[in-house]
């Protein structure tokens, strides 16, 4: 276990320079812009996203941007770079007149050169909505390695996510049929109120580590993953980082109707400490319009200790598609730790969405309704409702979705009960 000392706050702020913050993600830009020439540059993913509302009779703007850069070299090799930019709120980050700029004048925020209870507030306020840019994940794939069917990479950062179906539709050229129940649209604040953590899979490898795939057969994919991440728990200013050790075997298979994805994986510190974890992926197509889309697994079992529901993520979707309506009705139980980061506050609790389309999403226009909410079930009951008309078109390799969602009950201020989301993401 390492413990990282108490800081003072002004030597923490001062530290974090823009310099700092952008020389990572400017320096590998540049880089991949220099190796340009003997590759092909392309955009995977691009995803913007706003969400409009009312907070204390304020209009409070919350917006994300994530991006991918890929160079690739034909199909021996690809080599990708991925940002993102995180903002709790622009409006207030506009406000400060700065992004990531955490300077503090000599005399003390007002100038009366002392710093007292009003100056800590003022720069916890302006740290906590900042628009930042940051280093997501960088990772470059060799594949045929030494002739063999073997596809090795080398990543930092967030790697690959287990169990979503995203790498289906890489690997094997079909539409994605992964759940759309995830991100900024439905996860605006968060897991447990941190805005740069949102439910994407099961799993995730993060860190810094290999990954190394056998592609000899076209519908069976085995993987293994080596990697060092870590557990952190505790606040900003005093907390507890915890190196981790970490192994997973994942296995792709696709027919047809069936798509299935297996990963099992165990994670260990410096003490010996054991974090065993695994789950599953499965998407029938059982024709005439019937599908169904299920995740469930194990976030974390701590060895030492019982298993319990508080540890299992469970996501099931049946769907019934037509070609110009469809219903799609999701149930998603939340776990308690989530990529070895613990949060009290997803303890009981549950998704219920019912979502009725109308048009078709792959050729253009549709739009529908959304019904559903929350519910926690710990200590005590207590449902979310929500209803959310939404519109999504497509154009020029670009989706534009709109939502606005509506929550009739449980708000004392009426201009509380109305929430925008306006995106834009590649579509190709």
Not at 358 to 367: D, L, M, R, T, V
Request: aromatic residues 18%; contains cysteine.
């Amino acid at each position: 276990m390492k413990i990282i000392r108490k800081i003072n706050l002004l030597t923490f702020i001062k530290k974090i320079t823009p310099p700092r913050v952008f020389a990572i993600p400017v320096g590998l830009v540049l880089f991949a812009f220099w190796s340009a020439a003997a590759a092909e540059i392309t955009v995977p993913k691009l995803e913007m996203a706003s969400r409009g509302r009312m907070v204390d009779n304020e209009f409070i703007v919350s917006s994300v941007i994530s991006a991918d850069m890929a160079l690739s070299g034909g199909y021996k090799y690809t080599f990708l770079l991925g940002f993102s930019i995180d903002a709790a709120d622009v409006s207030r980050a506009l406000a400060y007149r700065s992004f990531g700029d955490f300077y503090i004048p000599q005399g003390g925020v007002r100038g009366t050169g002392t710093v007292d209870e009003n100056d800590i507030n003022f720069l916890a306020d302006k740290v906590n909505n900042q628009a930042v840019i940051g280093f997501r994940v960088a990772k470059a794939t060799a594949r045929d390695l030494f002739g063999l069917p073997l596809e090795l990479s080398y990543f930092m950062g967030s790697g690959d996510d287990f169990c979503t179906g995203d790498d289906f539709a890489t690997r094997y050229g079909i539409l994605n049929f992964g759940t759309d129940f995830r991100g900024f649209f439905y996860f605006p604040d968060g897991i447990g109120g941190n805005p740069t953590r949102r439910y994407n899979g099961i799993h995730g490898a993060r860190g810094t580590g290999f990954s190394l795939a056998l592609t000899q057969w076209d519908r069976f994919i085995p993987m293994v993953y080596l990697y060092q991440d870590y557990i952190y728990s505790g606040t900003m200013f005093e907390a507890n980082v915890e190196n981790l050790y970490s192994s997973d075997l994942r296995l792709l298979f696709y027919y047809n109707w069936l798509r299935l994805e297996f990963f099992g994986g165990i994670s260990w510190d410096s003490d010996i400490d054991r974090y065993l974890r695994g789950g599953f992926m499965a998407s029938f197509d059982m024709g005439n319009g019937v599908e169904m889309f299920l995740q469930s697994g194990i976030t974390k079992w701590d060895w030492d200790e019982s298993l319990s529901v508080d540890n299992l993520f469970f996501l099931v979707e049946p769907r019934l598609r037509f070609k110009y309506f469809g219903v799609f009705v999701t149930f998603f139980y939340h776990p308690v730790e989530y990529l070895h980061v613990f949060t009290e506050d997803e303890r009981g609790r549950a998704d219920l969405n019912i979502k009725f389309l109308f048009g078709n999403e792959e050729s253009g226009f549709a739009g529908g309704v959304e019904t559903g909410g929350e519910l926690k079930t710990d200590k005590e009951t207590d449902f979310e409702f929500r209803v959310t008309p939404f519109f999504s078109f497509i154009t020029s390799g670009l989706r534009w979705d709109t939502k606005l969602r509506i929550k009739p009950f449980g708000n004392d201020n009426p201009s509380e009960f109305l929430e925008l989301f306006i995106g834009v993401r590649t579509s190709f």
